[in-house]
């Protein structure tokens, strides 16, 4: 095994200082899984879906604290991301790191010190900033963090999966094209699960509670 194993394009700077691979723990227990961790995988299951479609897709705020930061980490963990990407106040910078030669479409959970750029390009991006959707300031304990990443990890590997065997069906998943409220896209995630995930694999979650 090289030392380059674990990470992703090692040649690529900019991937490796955020993204690693990893394992992702895996398991059928997810009574420590929070309201808020699954309202936010609902909203990572919709970006995903709508990034393939090249639907519009709307910025999702949080809050920024040690909590929300904790919680990203696990979700986005299955996805490799180890820490938020710290995108430029530069509009043209914004645009050349989310590009094909980078992410290309690839969600991700960000800083940014102009985040009403981030508004504007249309791209799956999960910002921590000064305002948004808040979480529980209360820290979750090793075990819920855990459980978090093995749900998350469930529904992104059906989705993706599934996509790969049957990608026509994905527009059957989006009922509405236009840029969707985060309340309408977190049911429109919530859906897609429901329909696309298998879920008796991850816990026999079914539905996906928001609340």
Not at 44 to 53: D, I, M, V, Y
Not at 57 to 73: E, F, G, H, M, T
């Amino acid at each position: 095994m090289q030392p380059s194993s674990k990470i992703l394009h090692p040649a690529a700077t900019l991937v490796a200082g955020y993204f690693l691979t990893q394992d992702s723990p895996t398991g059928g227990d997810f009574g420590k899984v929070t309201a808020p961790a699954r309202h936010l995988i609902a909203l990572l299951a919709a970006c995903l879906t709508r990034a393939l479609l090249n639907q519009q897709i709307p910025l999702v705020r949080l809050l920024r604290n040690a909590a929300s930061s904790k919680l990203l980490q696990a979700v986005f963990r299955p996805l490799g991301q180890r820490a938020p990407l710290e995108l430029s106040a530069e509009r043209r910078l914004i645009k050349k790191t989310l590009s094909t030669q980078n992410f290309s479409g690839y969600p991700l959970y960000v800083t940014c010190p102009e985040p009403l750029i981030l508004e504007e390009i249309n791209y799956p991006l999960f910002l921590l900033g000064g305002s948004g959707i808040a979480q529980s300031k209360e820290p979750l304990d090793s075990e819920a963090l855990k459980q978090i990443s093995s749900l998350s990890y469930g529904v992104i590997t059906s989705l993706v999966l599934s996509f790969i065997r049957e990608p026509l069906e994905a527009q059957d998943l989006i009922d509405e094209e236009q840029h969707p409220r985060l309340d309408e896209l977190a049911q429109e995630g919530q859906r897609i699960i429901e329909a696309k995930c298998a879920l008796k694999h991850v816990g026999g979650l079914n539905p996906i509670a928001l609340s």
